[in-house]
């Protein structure tokens, strides 16, 4: 449960500032409905750092690292705590053509399994790739995804705007996700998103009671308000707090192509986390 990598690539790309952030999150139903709920701990840490720009400024890149640790508790007793985790290493390069056309792209080569033993998890390259036009007050962002932000991974588009209609706030709206920033003082931003809540792993043999290897993958989508706090120089808690819905929990057999589908109740969710920017 954190700011998607697009919303890092795009500050990287306009400000070549670092992005370093903890945040944990929990996540509850919202109803009693045994058999449809899962409840979810999410621990996320993104590290990325410019790491070279030419002389000119017209060319930069960055690196870093990215945990992600889930962990899904389901009210069936017959089915085990699952503990996942994806690790991946965000290559960014940016290139500034002019001051209306920046180009920017972002591979992320990771792997994504179960947290016990990594070896088996899925190895996978995802990533963006978009321009961005400045125009004045907003800036138009055009440009292709690939990854599991909608569970399965897929090739999704990446379009929209960047705009500031007054200087205290700033709209993304830049899809898949949608993000409203308004600055309340110089220590303190309310913040609201509405994003997609997806992600795939490979979960061996035995995790689940399973005969043979498959995929684990989550679907739904997560709007949420809350604020950044600025208690130092360069340093913000952030905390937020939503709904998840429209989720649903597949297992697939790699060997036979059978899947088992569970709509999922609604849940709650609560944010909280340090960004050093």
């Not at 700011?3 to 070549?16: G, I, N, P």
């Not at 410019?50 to 690292?65: E, R, W």
């Not at 609201?192 to 989550?218: F, R, S, V």
């Not at 989508?221 to 597949?250: D, H």
């Amino acid at each position: 449960m954190k700011k998607l990598l697009l919303t890092s690539a795009l500050l990287l790309a306009t400000t070549a500032q670092a992005d370093i952030s903890l945040t944990v999150a929990q996540s509850t139903p919202t109803s009693e409905d045994t058999g449809n709920e899962i409840r979810e701990r999410d621990i996320n840490f993104t590290g990325i750092v410019p790491v070279y720009a030419t002389a000119d400024k017209k060319n930069s890149f960055t690196a870093g690292l990215m945990l992600q640790s889930n962990v899904f508790k389901f009210d069936d007793a017959n089915l085990p705590e699952v503990d996942l985790l994806k690790v991946k290493l965000p290559i960014g390069f940016t290139h500034v053509q002019s001051e209306r056309l920046i180009w920017q792209a972002t591979l992320l080569p990771g792997v994504h399994g179960e947290s016990n033993d990594l070896s088996e998890g899925e190895y996978r390259v995802e990533g963006t790739a978009m321009a961005m036009l400045p125009r004045g007050d907003h800036v138009w962002v055009l440009g292709l995804g690939y990854g599991d932000v909608f569970g399965e991974p897929k090739v999704f588009a990446v379009m929209g705007a960047i705009w500031k209609p007054v200087e205290a706030v700033t709209l993304n709206l830049v899809l898949p996700a949608l993000e409203a920033d308004i600055k309340v003082s110089e220590t303190f931003v309310l913040t609201g998103a509405i994003e997609p809540a997806g992600g795939q792993w490979i979960w061996k043999q035995g995790a689940l009671g399973n005969q043979y290897e498959g995929d684990i993958t989550l679907t739904g989508s997560r709007m949420g308000v809350g604020g950044e706090w600025s208690f130092a120089k360069g340093t913000w808690l952030t905390f937020r707090a939503g709904l998840e819905s429209g989720r649903e929990f597949e297992v697939k057999n790699a060997v036979t192509g059978q899947k088992a589908t569970a709509e999922l109740e609604s849940s709650a969710f609560a944010q909280l986390g340090i960004e050093f920017k």
